[in-house]
């Protein structure tokens, strides 16, 4: 019922930018929470950042300075811009979102994305 598609990955080289979104769709009655992870081979998934609905911002100190997370509400989308990349920020980024669904309007519930792979590389 609910999906969320990220997009934008790719490959970038050291001190290069991407911009990634994560767009929600189905049967949504809101979105709290929006945030972004992130996961390389042999780690345990990563925080990255997070936005409210009303957009206060959070980040983890590896990103912060360098990443930006902002959302559109009327577009049920997040995006993550990652400015001044390194090697080390190469991952799968995940999106994830708690959302209340029309059938469900109570109860917040959390979707992930299917990731897309950021590579940082010369």
């Known amino acids: 019922q609910v999906q969320l598609v990220e997009s934008g990955g790719g490959l970038v080289q050291p001190g290069g930018s991407l911009r990634l979104s994560c767009a929600a769709s189905?049967?949504?009655?809101?979105?709290?929470?929006m945030g972004w992870y992130r996961q390389d081979p042999g780690n345990e998934r990563e925080y990255v950042a997070g936005?409210?609905?009303?957009?206060?911002?959070n980040y983890v100190d590896s990103v912060k300075g360098r990443f930006t997370i902002s959302r559109d509400n009327a577009k049920n989308t997040a995006y993550l811009q990652m400015n001044t990349m390194k090697p080390e920020d190469t991952a799968v980024y995940y999106c994830?979102?708690?959302?209340?669904?029309?059938?469900?309007?109570?109860?917040?519930?959390?979707?992930w994305g299917q990731g897309t792979q950021v590579t940082v590389s010369s």
């Open positions: 994830n979102a708690d959302i209340q669904t029309e059938q469900r309007r109570l109860i917040s519930l959390t979707y």
């Open positions: 189905g049967s949504i009655f809101s979105i709290n929470t």
């Open positions: 936005i409210t609905r009303s957009g206060s911002t």
